[in-house]
Structures are given as structure tokens and as C-alpha cells.
């Protein structure tokens, strides 16, 4: 089990940079193209804002996983 | 002061006074949102690129970017200095910056202040609510007997439901009593809402004062064992920080969109691509949410028995593998073209029909341009079908009185050519087809029961009793306020991405839920933390 955690660090690690490169490409393609929220500059700069800390987060989360931060969970979640 | 915990005395009073600050505050929140197309008539009038910029500003920077920061800056007050006179404090800036909103002028009246201070009192609103749920939550955790945790810190979480519960119910009971221009006016029914606020916080303060500090924040203030740097110790720390992160991707981040999807996402979907009419919409959820809302306090309950983790994770489970089969059933079973298709019409009513351009083509034909309304009745359903018809016709032509200009050539035939885009709307269902609305709404609520019904109890027994407040506010605001609060953006997104599936804006929900499930399933754990103190 402790392997498998270790392993799958890296697929959250590969995520977070994913995320925010979508989150960059979406933006791109739909400012400027019509009248909806998602055309709008205000709200991809606020999410873009708020989501590359927590795409961080995740990267170290994944780290974590990696360096068995998260071993023997179930002794005690403290 | 309770202090013993397994002793249950006087419980009853801290759940209530909590339990009602905590959904005065949700029902301050919510009314904004379900008025927000008033709010934008009085406030963010259209055709002004600096009052859309304000509008734009209060709707995503109060659920995104300033939740995370009321969190913060609450939380680390909580943990300094008590949670009973912080989560006071949040109670007392969301009702006043409420009533202050029911008392702004509109546009028309003072211009650009008006939009301003609008934003502004929403920016209040949003600090306010991420500071007021990790007190509430931690309060009442910190009152209760370890063996029933989970079921008393469920009460806490029937507010969120509860408090849109409240909205939609005084906002219905306004809204019926007037005409539309009565609530719509300057000074209308709108406003009621905002104000009847002041009265709900004033009775809510009144309770909250008289409460004691949360016993285990007081022992640990007796003890001189408070954190001095709450945010450093909840972030700076990598044994606590690791535990914020597990909070957000393994249990929060998924709770969030199934929430929001169950509560939020269904109504919208049920007004824009369902076109359920505006009251039967709300009549169907509010029986969805008071029929569900029990269970979060059953399952809080079984928390108490078999552990947090697997039911919050059955609760994602669920929403991944039925969120596609509930929607497309409700998409199917009020499909205007379907029905128009293949049922017995009992009805039709035509409303009007009114020509609005007719020209002279230069190739002698003639063009006309026609608005029609049509109510259509069947037995299970009615809707409205409004359409815009072209009809060209060549050659010679008599024009009789039927709605639509009927057009006879030179054989005798009538020749009318359509180039028609009908649009459904107000669709009204039979009271069978909206029990089965009502049910499958309630299932998704129940998925919601699941995950965030025993989830403060989780959060509670996952960080230590000195920075509680701080550490457990942060990822629930992220997960419910960020992950949860994108879900009609990225539903947007993906529908005008790919316009082929009306589904596709279930795909964000169900993929974050499927993450956090797995990430959930491997790295947390089962066990209750039966000592809260340390």
C-alpha cells in the first residue's frame, strides 16, 4: 500500500502543472470571444490567481506522497 | 461550561446558538445570489463597461478570492483569541453589511457609488463567511462527547442547506405577495430580505453572547498553551501543513463539487437547459432539500459508528458514477421536441403572433419576419414555444386574416417557407412528472448529506486543538468556495467548448470527485480521533 502511495505522488505532481496550463490555454482562447463570465478578462485572472497556489499545493502534496510523508496513515491522521 | 466529554448537558443550547448564527449567515450569502438579477437592474445597469467590471468583480472575487482570506484572517483571530467572540464578530459584519445592501440607493439615485459600495459590502460578506463556519464548526466539536461528535457537528452542517432554504422560502413568500414591478421598484420587495436580516443577526447575537468560550479553547488558555503564530504553525509546519494538504485533495476538494452540484448546479440546470418555470424550479428543490436535509444528521451519526471516511468517499462514488443518468433523465423526461414528437397535444393557445419586418425582396418576392408565442399542453406537461418564422414567397400572392400571413399561388396551394428557431420555456410539469423531479434531486442532496455531513467532525479531529480554527477553515473554504463555487464556470466553459453534449458540464464535477475519491480512498484514515484536546 505504502508503494502505491509513493507512486501515484507522481501522477498528483503531473496534475497540478496540467491544470494550470488548461486553465492558461482556456483563457487565451475565450477572452474577447462573446458576452458570458468565461469571455470575461476578470474572472480567469481571479480563478488563474487562486488556482496556481493550489495547483502548488498539489505538487507538494504529490512530493509528499513521493518522500512517504503519508506512510502508515492509519496510525494517526495527527 | 461543559467540560467533561462524555457528558451532553446543555449541548442542546450551544448546537442551537451556532446552528442559527451559522445559517443567518448562509441565508445573507445566498439572497445576493438568488437576487442577483435585481441586484443587477438597481446596481450594475447594462451597457456600462466600468458597473459590468464592479458586477463581474462582486460575483467571482467574493466566492474565490476573498472566502480563502476571510478563512485566514478569522481562523488565526480564532485561534488567538477564542472562537466564541470570532465567530461573533463574523456573525455581526455578514447581517450588518447585508442590511446595509437592502439600504443602498440604487444607480439611477447616487451613479457610481452605488455599484461601489455594493462590491464592497459583498467583499464583507465573503471575509465574513470564511471565518464563520471553522468557529462554528470547532465550537460545537469542542462541546461535544467524543462518542457523538459527529452527529452534534452535523447540525452544523444542515445550515448551508438550511439557510438556502430560508432564502428561497422568504424570497418565494415576497415575491407572491406583490406584482412584479412592486419587487422590482427602486425601493421594492427586493429589499425586504436584506433587511429582514437585521432582525434574524440581532436575535443570533443576542443567543451567541450569552454562550461560554468553547471548554477545550479555554483550558488550553488557562494552561498559557495557545498558539502565538497560528498561521505559521498551520503552514509553516510540515506535520500540520501536510494535513491541510490531505484536508483539501482527499476530502474537501470533492465535497465541494458534490455540493455545489447537488444544490446549485441542479437548480440552474433545471432554469436554463431543463426550462423548468421560475416557481415549480424553486417548489422542487425546496422539497428535495427538506426531504434530504435529516440525513445529514443520520449520517453524521453513522460517522460516530463506522468512521468519517467511507462515507463522505461513497458519497463522491455516487455522484461519479449517477450524476450522468440523473441529469439525462430529468434533460429526457422534459424534452420539449421529444414531447412535441411522439405525444397526444391536449392544448394549444396562441398568445401572439406579430409580424415584424415585411419587406420587398429586389427578385419581387416578399419576406416576412414573424414573432409567435404558443402555450402547449399536454397531460404530463406544458411549456411555451416561442419562435422567430421567415417566410418568403414568390409569384402572386392574397393575404387572408390568420395569424401567420397565409399566402395562396397562382395553383391555389398555400406556400409558406419557415426558417424557424423555436425556444422553449416555462415549462410547467404534471405533479407526477414533478415528484420525480423532487426525487431525483434528492438523491443528488443525499450524495451531499454524505460528504458533508460528517466532514467538520473530520476536520476538527484532523489538526490540533490550538491552531483548529486556522487550519481547518483554509482548505473547507478552498474546497467549497474554489472548487465548488467553479462549478457553473467550468460548466460554461466546457458546454460552449464542446456544444455537442449537454452533459459535458457534469465532467468537471464527476473529475474532481473521481480525484479526490482515489487520493481519499489511499491516504486517509478510518480511525476517530477520540482526544481533541491535545
Redesign the interface.
Known amino acids: 500500500?505504502n508503494q502505491?502511495?509513493k507512486i501515484?505522488g507522481f501522477v498528483?505532481m503531473i496534475?497540478a502543472p496540467i491544470v494550470i496550463f488548461f486553465l492558461i490555454s482556456?483563457a487565451i482562447q475565450?477572452i474577447g470571444n462573446?458576452n458570458?463570465?468565461?469571455n470575461?478578462p476578470?474572472?480567469w485572472i481571479?480563478?488563474i490567481?487562486?488556482?496556481t497556489p493550489?495547483a502548488v499545493?498539489?505538487m507538494?502534496?504529490g512530493w509528499?506522497?513521493i518522500k512517504g510523508?503519508?506512510d502508515h496513515?492509519?496510525?494517526?491522521?495527527? | 461550561m461543559l467540560m467533561a466529554h462524555d457528558d451532553t448537558k446543555g449541548i442542546g443550547k450551544v448546537i442551537f446558538s451556532s446552528s442559527l448564527g451559522t445559517l443567518i449567515e448562509w441565508y445573507d450569502f445566498y439572497i445576493f445570489g438568488m437576487l442577483a438579477k435585481t441586484i443587477a437592474s438597481q446596481f450594475f445597469p447594462e451597457g456600462n463597461e466600468t458597473t459590468a467590471?464592479l458586477s463581474?468583480?462582486a460575483?467571482?472575487?467574493a466566492g474565490?478570492?476573498v472566502r480563502?482570506f476571510g478563512a485566514l484572517f478569522f481562523g488565526r483571530l480564532g485561534d488567538l483569541v477564542g472562537r466564541k467572540y470570532t465567530f461573533l464578530l463574523t456573525l455581526v459584519l455578514m447581517g450588518g453589511s447585508t442590511f446595509l445592501i437592502g439600504l443602498v440607493p440604487s444607480y439611477k439615485s447616487i451613479g457610481l457609488a452605488a455599484p461601489l459600495l455594493v462590491l464592497f459590502l459583498r467583499l464583507v460578506q465573503g471575509l465574513a463567511l470564511g471565518g464563520e463556519y471553522g468557529g462554528a464548526a470547532t465550537y460545537v466539536a469542542e462541546h461535544a462527547p467524543t462518542h457523538r461528535r459527529g452527529y452534534f457537528t452535523a447540525w452544523i452542517q444542515t445550515t448551508a442547506t438550511l439557510g438556502l432554504f430560508v432564502a428561497l422560502g422568504v424570497i418565494m413568500l415576497v415575491k407572491n405577495n406583490m406584482s412584479d414591478a412592486s419587487f422590482t421598484a427602486e425601493w421594492g420587495g427586493w429589499r425586504y430580505p436584506f433587511w429582514l436580516s437585521i432582525l434574524l443577526v440581532g436575535v443570533s447575537i443576542y443567543i451567541r453572547l450569552k454562550m461560554n468560550e468553547s471548554p477545550v479553547f479555554a483550558k488550553l488558555k488557562v494552561d498559557k498553551k495557545t498558539s502565538t503564530n497560528p498561521l505559521k504553525e498551520s503552514f509553516g509546519n510540515?506535520a500540520n501543513?501536510?494535513?491541510v494538504?490531505?484536508a483539501?485533495?482527499g476530502a474537501v476538494m470533492g465535497q465541494g463539487v458534490i455540493w455545489y452540484t447537488g444544490q446549485f448546479y441542479a437548480q440552474s440546470f433545471l432554469e436554463n437547459t431543463v426550462k423548468i418555470e421560475f416557481i415549480q424550479n424553486r417548489e422542487i428543490l425546496l422539497w428535495a432539500i427538506g426531504l434530504a436535509t435529516p440525513f445529514f444528521l443520520f449520517f453524521g451519526w453513522l460517522s460516530d459508528k463506522i468512521g468519517r471516511k467511507w462515507i463522505m468517499l461513497t458519497g463522491m462514488l455516487l455522484g461519479v458514477l449517477f450524476y450522468r443518468p440523473i441529469f439525462g433523465e430529468m434533460l429526457r423526461s422534459a424534452d420539449a421536441k421529444e414531447w412535441m414528437k411522439d405525444k397526444v397535444i391536449l392544448k394549444i393557445d396562441n398568445k401572439k403572433t406579430k409580424t415584424i419586418v415585411e419587406k420587398l425582396n429586389a427578385d419581387d418576392s416578399l419576406s416576412f419576419i414573424t414573432k409567435t408565442e404558443n402555450t402547449f399542453e399536454y397531460k404530463e406537461m406544458s411549456f411555451i414555444e416561442k419562435r422567430i418564422d421567415t417566410s418568403i414567397f414568390v409569384g402572386e400572392f392574397v393575404r387572408n386574416n390568420a395569424p401567420i400571413p397565409l399566402i395562396i399561388d397562382n395553383e391555389g396551394n398555400t406556400f409558406i417557407k419557415y426558417n424557424s428557431k423555436p425556444n422553449y420555456s416555462d415549462v410547467i410539469l404534471s405533479s407526477q412528472l414533478k415528484i420525480k423531479f423532487i426525487f431525483l434531486i434528492w438523491i443528488m442532496i443525499i450524495f451531499v448529506t454524505m460528504v458533508y455531513g460528517p466532514v467538520a467532525a473530520f476536520l476538527v479531529?484532523?489538526?490540533?486543538a490550538k491552531i483548529r480554527y486556522t487550519s481547518m477553515s483554509l482548505p473547507y473554504h478552498?474546497g467549497n468556495g474554489?472548487f465548488g463555487g467553479?462549478v457553473p464556470?467550468i460548466a460554461?466553459?466546457l458546454s460552449?467548448t464542446f456544444t455537442s453534449d449537454p452533459l459535458v458540464g457534469l465532467w468537471y464535477p464527476i473529475g474532481v470527485a473521481a480525484?479526490c475519491f482515489?487520493?481519499g480512498a489511499?491516504?486517509?484514515?478510518?480511525?476517530i480521533?477520540k482526544n481533541i484536546n491535545?
Open positions: 500500500m502505491i502511495k501515484t498528483w496534475i482556456g475565450n462573446g458570458k463570465d468565461i470575461k476578470i474572472p481571479i480563478i490567481t487562486i488556482f493550489i499545493g498539489l507538494i502534496f509528499y506522497c510523508e503519508y496513515q492509519d496510525d494517526n491522521q495527527k | 467590471l463581474t468583480l460575483i467571482f472575487a474565490f478570492l480563502p510540515k501543513f501536510k494535513m494538504l490531505l483539501l485533495f479531529e484532523l489538526f490540533p478552498i474554489v467553479l464556470f460554461t466553459l460552449t480525484l482515489v487520493i489511499l491516504y486517509l484514515s478510518n480511525k480521533d491535545d
